[in-house]
């Protein structure tokens, strides 16, 4: 990758990638409504002490490739998979950061810019647990 093609489609630029022809467009995602419930259903069940099922915290409210972003935030970690026949151990835990963001003592950076499935920056204003809550999904906003 060039560093006029990374900074064309960081500024918002659709593009194809110059070393395979792909499309290629950088992604916005934040921290929603859905994902902040979940991340509070982690802490009051104790996950900020040890590791809990995603079954336990995520119930039927999202998917559980959802709840992973908020990791590339910092605010939770996965138990490292074992078995080799599962893809991920689905164990969770809330990080200190994770507790203070649950608890509305630290914002976070309002995005997080993926390129290929890749983090490449947070950014944007620190926005905190209570401004997620009042947000929905929106499919349209990532696609922008």
């Not at 069940?45 to 099922?53: D, L, R």
Request: glycine residues 10%; charged residues 25%.
């Amino acid at each position: 990758m060039t560093h006029e093609f990374m900074k064309q489609i960081m500024n918002g630029e659709e593009k194809c990638c110059p070393m395979c022809g792909r499309y290629a467009k950088v992604y916005r995602r934040r921290i929603y409504k859905s994902v902040a419930i979940a991340l509070r259903r982690l802490y009051l069940i104790g996950g900020a002490e040890g590791y809990k099922h995603i079954r336990d915290f995520m119930g039927k409210m999202t998917s559980s490739g959802d709840i992973a972003m908020a990791a590339h935030w910092g605010l939770i970690v996965s138990m490292a998979n074992e078995d080799g026949k599962k893809k991920h151990s689905g164990l969770w835990h809330l990080t200190q950061k994770g507790v203070e963001y649950v608890n509305g003592r630290m914002g976070i950076k309002e995005f997080a810019l993926f390129y290929d499935s890749k983090l490449l920056e947070l950014q944007g204003d620190n926005v905190y647990f209570n401004n997620a809550v009042g947000l929905d999904f929106d499919y349209q906003e990532i696609m922008k």
